[in-house]
């Protein structure tokens, strides 16, 4: 299926106004007001929940695989998850997931 140009411009510039309405509609109209604690405690789980939803599916479905699960990236992962639990830190957490990725794909060949 292919599409025109002004096709393609029109649904970037919807998908742009729709992000910008979303992200309107929280920040723009609450504005100077302060937040209900409940929904502070509940942003701090945001980057929680968006880092695994990132990084799940290059576990499960690796494009450099063609789709198929990989013992490499699913060690790597666990390897991360498990400094990650260790130390809190999630700096070290993916240092450590990407040390046994390549670590494991030269071992693995």
Request: hydrophobic share 55%.
């Amino acid at each position: 299926m292919t599409y025109s140009t002004t096709e393609i411009w029109a649904t970037i510039a919807l998908l742009g106004l729709g992000t910008y309405v979303i992200r309107f509609s929280f920040l723009g109209l609450i504005g100077n007001r302060p937040m209900p604690p409940i929904l502070l405690k509940l942003l701090r789980y945001t980057p929680v929940a968006v880092l695994p939803g990132m990084v799940a599916p290059l576990v499960l479905w690796p494009a450099a695989t063609g789709g198929e699960p990989d013992l490499a990236r699913g060690v790597a992962a666990l390897v991360a998850l498990g400094i990650g639990l260790a130390t809190r830190n999630t700096i070290w957490a993916m240092v450590g997931g990407a040390v046994a990725l390549y670590t494991l794909l030269f071992a693995l060949g």
